[in-house]
Nanobody, 121 residues
Framework: QVQLVESGGGLVQAGGSLGLSCAASGSMFRLDVMGWYRQAPGQQRELVATITSGGTTSYVDSVKGRFTISRDSAKNTVYLQMNSLIPEDTAVYYC???????????????WGQGTQVTVSS
């Protein structure tokens, strides 16, 4: 099993920046797509950004040009740099990782525990 540990987040004023990181640990696995979701109160969980093992990135329209997703394969870690934050970015952010279970030869998905990001106006 792959465990994910998130760090970062917090409270920031509108226009500010925050960075999130998510480290994967475990054994006998190979990481595939890594990404970030967010869920605001009373709303459905929303896909924010993804990055493939080859480095191809995608973003939801509302964060394009402001957020940057990256990964460090040596550290099994994915990052989300959030700039020009607006109050609408306030949510719990979840790391999501698809990974290949080498022993069982199946693809699996793991979620981080979530970290709060609050942007004040």
């Amino acid at each position: 099993q792959v465990q994910l540990v998130e760090s970062g987040g917090g409270l920031v004023q509108a226009g500010g920046s925050l960075g999130l990181s998510c480290a994967a640990s475990g054994s006998m696995f190979r990481l595939d797509v890594m990404g970030w979701y967010r869920q605001a109160p009373g709303q459905q969980r929303e896909l924010v950004a993804t990055i493939t093992s080859g480095g191809t990135t995608s973003y939801v329209d509302s964060v394009k040009g402001r957020f940057t997703i990256s990964r460090d394969s040596a550290k099994n870690t994915v990052y989300l740099q959030m700039n020009s934050l607006i109050p609408e970015d306030t949510a719990v952010y979840y790391c999501n990782v698809r990974w290949y279970d080498i022993i069982r030869r199946v693809m699996r998905t793991s979620w981080g525990q979530g970290t709060q990001v609050t942007v004040s106006s």
